[in-house]
């Protein structure tokens, strides 16, 4: 057989290569197939290998893994009127193809215009001390907002969290002094209360000194011991309290006379 035999051959051949190529399809583990058939949906293949019919099948792939979609900053006025730019990032992933693809254009695109509208709008019902402190709390609360509106295009919000709360200078010297100030207060407080509680201490220490002679002198000789310790020039004498009452008896001033009492003892000497 010639090689010119077979050249009527070849044109076909090619042809019937070329549809099994663009026919067979091979889907991953985390793709699925959305096959429709005439413009109307089939069903949904994969993962491996399937065959579609060229021109008349059409299938589209959509990626079951989860997605990280990063929400752009917005500007955000909060419930006590301060301005900031807050940013956040996007988990989710497509649970039903068949609806992330019938139901809405570009399920992508709408839902990072959706997470954009949510942020703003939850973020704004909240003061700033709200946004700064729980995180936690507004992450969840987005979260939930967003899901339950793009579950009717199968897509599940798996986790939403807050990045950034970026503020202008002016506010970020405010919530310095703000804080400087609070903790003044709080060491003021913290003094107050120990001085209460030595106050206590000290009261209780005197009842029981009171209460026994011998505590009194216990409690002087440590002081005693306390001051030796020192590198001082103070020289302590120890005096009986006996002695010095012993001396402040002998010399007590006389009360003086007055003029009345002289003129009394005047007349009786008359």
Avoid: C
């Amino acid at each position: 057989m010639n090689i010119t035999d077979l050249i009527p051959y070849i044109a076909p051949t090619v042809i019937l290569l070329l549809i099994l190529g663009a026919a067979i399809k091979i889907l991953p583990e985390y793709e699925r197939g959305v096959v429709f058939f005439l413009g109307r949906f089939q069903g949904v293949k994969g993962p491996g290998l399937i065959i579609v019919i060229p021109g008349i099948q059409q299938i589209v792939r959509v990626d079951l893994r989860v997605i990280t979609l990063d929400v752009p900053s917005q500007d955000v006025i909060s419930k006590d009127n301060v301005t900031v730019r807050v940013n956040a990032v996007l988990y989710f992933r497509v649970v039903d193809p068949e609806r992330a693809i019938i139901r809405v254009e570009d399920f992508a695109s709408a839902t990072s215009q959706l997470a954009q509208t949510t942020l703003r709008s939850v973020l704004g019902k909240h003061d700033l001390d709200e946004m700064l402190s729980e995180r936690d709390k507004l992450n969840s609360d987005i979260q939930e907002i967003i899901d339950a509106q793009t579950e009717e295009w199968g897509i599940k919000v798996a986790n939403v969290e807050i990045k950034h709360v970026d503020l202008n200078e002016s506010m970020i010297r405010a919530i310095a002094r703000q804080a400087e100030a609070e903790r003044e207060r709080r060491a003021k407080v913290i003094h107050a209360e120990g001085e209460l509680q030595a106050s206590k201490k000290l009261v209780e220490a005197a009842e029981v000194m009171s209460t026994n002679s011998g505590a009194m002198q216990l409690r002087y000789m440590q002081t005693l011991a306390d001051m030796s310790t020192n590198n001082s020039t103070t020289i302590v004498f120890p005096l009986p309290m006996e002695m010095m009452s012993t001396f402040m008896g002998k010399h007590t001033p006389r009360r003086p006379k007055d003029d009345n009492e002289d003129s009394r003892q005047d007349g009786s000497q008359a």
